[in-house]
């Protein structure tokens, strides 16, 4: 299993990003795939999964209306879309198969300041 996100970046509250996680190593199409972030001090916090075909997402209370999670299985990736965002997103964000946290990528830093 490979997992590499993309997309992080330095941002002001209220601005959107884009995260990418490119898969490779397994079925992607088949598999379960879930975005969780973790913060310094703070507990681990799966913030969006979806199922293969796209047609079970979940997210967590903290984010539900501002974040979007999808996937296009035909290129192996995954995507989340972030907006409104403000400084309690900051958080390293990893893409992880299914939602075993031992199977996940390297991350992709998210910091929301002014």
């Known amino acids: 299993v490979r997992l590499v996100e993309s997309g992080g970046g330095l941002v002001q509250p209220g601005e959107s990003l884009r995260l990418s996680c490119a898969a490779s190593?397994?079925?992607?199409?088949?598999?379960?795939m879930s975005w969780v972030r973790q913060a310094p001090g703070k507990e681990r916090e799966r913030v969006a999964r979806?199922?293969?075909?796209?047609?079970?997402?979940d997210y967590a209370d903290s984010v539900q209306g501002r974040f979007r999670v999808s996937r296009d299985n035909s290129r192996s990736t995954l995507y989340l879309d972030l907006s409104s965002l403000n400084t309690d997103d900051t958080a390293m964000y990893y893409c992880?198969?299914?939602?075993?946290?031992?199977?996940r990528g390297q991350g992709t830093q998210v910091t929301v300041s002014s």
């Open positions: 190593g397994f079925t992607f199409s088949a598999a379960y």
């Open positions: 979806i199922s293969p075909a796209s047609t079970t997402i």
């Open positions: 992880v198969k299914g939602t075993n946290w031992g199977e």
